[in-house]
């Protein structure tokens, strides 16, 4: 059976050669090049598997030009992933395995919004392609044509979300977790949004340090003494990073070690750094 969350490179094999069949989606991007992801998806990927480019797939359109809506990577709405679903051949009874070459920055995200949508059969390649070749694992540059099925039928929403405006009026009664890098956290540099800084009150747990020297997930149990020592209860969390990408990461690595039930703010720093009546802390 498929896990909800993580799975190994190992695991994987052994489930595919004993006949599973899963839907893969490819989700390598670079937020610095966004083409460099499909160039190398029609490099080397898994065999079977499916591109899901962030911009295009894994997003939804962006506000109009000087709107400070939504951010730099808006949620699509659930309706507009549920016929994303659907073409990539997902049914409610599909498993499905995501990957990227980055440690899992972007399939976090494929993670998180199939779990929005509904669909529990999804897990992340723990340790993504490099895992993959080190393992032994074959792959391929034969881009493949998926099988559609209809839209996927919309479930119950079980990863909760919080607005800007929600997020604002909970300050100081929510613990904010914010997944970039310390420097940009702290305001000493910031190449992408509109104000260097952070949420006033936010916790900066930088989503890399869920990896590992060989870039899988720590171990549950170090996860859940990690997050634990921020003091929070998952339920009064509230995950963002720069653009609701990164997030994604520590949700699923809470998830992993047993700590579900945390929310996103899907606009994070590009949505709240873009209205200067928003407050902003440093250091």
Known sequence: MLPSTLIRADALQTLLANGLQPVILDC????????????????????????????????????????????????PTREAFAAQAGAWG????????????????YAARAWWLLRWMGHRTVAVLDGGLPAWQTAGGPVTDVV???????????????QPTLSADALLASLGQVTVVDARAPERFRGDSE??????????????????DNLGADGCFLAPDALRTRFASLGVVPALIVH????????????????????????????????WSADPSRPVAQG
């Open 28 to 75: 390598s991007f670079d937020l610095m090049d966004t083409q460099a992801g499909a160039r190398a998806y029609a490099q080397r990927h898994l065999p079977g598997a499916l591109y899901a480019d962030l911009e295009r797939a894994l997003s939804g359109p962006k506000s109009p030009r000087g709107s400070i809506e939504g951010g730099r990577h808006p949620l």
């Open 90 to 105: 997902i049914t409610p009874t599909t498993p499905v395995v995501v990957y990227d070459a980055q440690g899992g920055m």
């Open 144 to 158: 493949e044509t998926p099988c559609p099925a209809a839209p996927y039928p919309l479930g119950e929403r079980t």
């Open 191 to 208: 190449p992408l949004d509109s104000r260097a800084g952070h949420i006033p009150g936010a916790h900066n747990r930088f989503f890399k």
């Open 240 to 271: 963002q990073c720069g653009s609701g990408v990164t997030a994604c990461h520590n949700l699923l690595a809470m998830e992993h070690a047993g700590l579900g039930g945390a929310s996103l703010y899907p606009g994070s720093w590009s949505e």
